[in-house]
């Protein structure tokens, strides 16, 4: 026999950062929200993030994000009440060619017009930042101190528990199998666990949002993408360091814990929902490291893990209300970027429920700019 409340007023699918930021912003506003998680929280691909958090991106729409979610992830010890380890390493993408530089200059123009504290710096400067960088064949880098990187696990403990404490039901090891419509209403949720009467679903469902979606013949243009990263055993005398991306390779690094972690984007790698790690991985990153940070090669790795990128057409997340059914939301295809987008998308998306103005205009995040052919490239990716 199944505990499951018979009814909620909206019901928010998977237990990531975004479900968990939605389920706790929305019971905050009062709403009954109920959250069903089919495994454990965090367990897709929120906890296996390399936690970075920056509002560093070349879209206002994903400044204002990273903006807003910097600030939440900032009080996130008051609110919700969690200790996230936040350090505010900063972030610097290292730019190797003059088109890069001229990008970034873009970026930082834009930034710095929406109150941001950004800027290009010389070499010389992004060595003292970033002490492991080798600069040969660096031009100049974009720094912007405000940025860092937390715990996505925190994270998601404290959006989880805070929204218990406002009266939402989260509950774990439930599957969503179905959803049942009457026209293009909402009627209920189908479970293995039992069926709950609702008449709002948001689908956070992540790499596997596109399967929810099927559920009612909806569509969503997200595709699974492997990624991998490796955190070094520890290191002596370790150096304090910005988080660091060397921005034509995507060979990544920041200080986690004693060690570092260390990652790169594989351009080789096919979509699909294989997490097998690649067992060529650290050689393909052991040739990065050691053009862009070869003091990093000395020390061993001591642990590692793949997960996936919820990836778009554009890089950029599908965030709104479907056309077709009606109060069926949606948060997803992240493509890389979404942990530090999480408590802003929260807010917005408990805004779209209550019918309130969000902070920002997210309409140009709806899926139906593909049918318009108005793809919202962002550059700013790794
Ligand atoms: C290696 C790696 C490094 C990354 N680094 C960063 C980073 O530094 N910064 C950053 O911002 N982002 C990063 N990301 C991206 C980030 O992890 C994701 O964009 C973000 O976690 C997506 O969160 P989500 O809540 O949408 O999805 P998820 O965390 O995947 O949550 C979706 C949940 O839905 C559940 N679910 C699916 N179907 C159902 C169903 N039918 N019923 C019930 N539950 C269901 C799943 O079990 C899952 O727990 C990284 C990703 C990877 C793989």
């Keep these: 026999m199944s505990d499951l409340p018979i009814s909620a007023e909206v019901v ?63 009080a996130f010890p008051q609110r919700p009440g969690q200790e996230i380890d936040l350090h505010r390493s900063g972030y610097l993408f290292v730019l190797t060619a003059p088109d890069q530089v001229q990008d970034f200059e873009q970026a930082v123009e834009l930034q710095q017009s929406m109150g941001l504290r950004s800027e290009v710096i010389d070499v010389d400067r992004a060595l003292e930042l970033s002490p492991y960088l080798n600069p040969d064949g660096v031009l100049a880098a974009a720094w912007s101190p405000d940025d860092g990187h937390c715990s996505p696990e925190s994270v998601v403990l404290g959006y989880a528990t805070g929204a218990r404490r406002h009266g939402a039901s989260v509950r774990t090891g439930i599957e969503v199998t179905g959803i049942d419509l009457r026209g293009s209403e909402i009627t209920a949720v189908r479970t293995e666990a039992g069926d709950v009467r609702t008449s709002v679903v948001i689908n956070c469902a992540g790499v596997w949002s596109p399967q929810v979606a099927a559920m009612i013949g909806v569509e969503l243009p997200v595709q699974p993408l492997r990624r991998q990263l490796v955190v070094t055993e520890p290191i002596p005398d370790a150096r304090a360091t910005a988080f660091t991306i060397d921005y034509g390779s995507t060979f990544y690094w920041h200080r986690e814990g004693p060690g570092m972690l260390m990652g790169f984007s594989d351009q080789s790698v096919e979509p699909g929902f294989d997490l097998t790690a690649d067992p060529e991985f650290t050689m393909k990153l052991a040739e990065l490291a050691v053009l862009r940070a070869p003091a990093l090669m000395e020390v061993g790795v001591q642990t590692g893990w793949t997960g996936l990128y919820e990836v778009t057409p554009d890089h950029n997340a599908l965030l709104g209300e479907s056309r077709a059914v009606s109060r069926l939301l949606y948060a997803t295809g992240f493509s890389g970027h979404g942990f530090l987008q999480g408590p802003a998308v929260g807010e917005i998306l408990r805004d779209l429920v209550l019918d309130r103005e969000p902070f920002v205009d997210v309409s140009a995040l709806s899926v139906d700019r593909f049918q318009r052919g108005e793809l919202r490239p962002e550059r700013n990716i790794v």
């Excluded at 959250?35 to 970075?52: H, K, P, V, W």
């Design 12 to 74: 928010v699918i998977g237990g990531g950062v975004m479900g968990t930021s939605t389920a706790f912003h929305l019971a905050e506003a009062g709403v009954d929200v109920l959250l069903l998680e089919r495994g454990s929280l965090g367990q897709g691909s929120t906890c296996r993030a390399a936690g970075g958090v920056r509002a560093n991106f070349s879209d206002p729409l994903n400044i204002a994000l990273g903006a807003r979610s910097l600030e939440c992830f900032g």
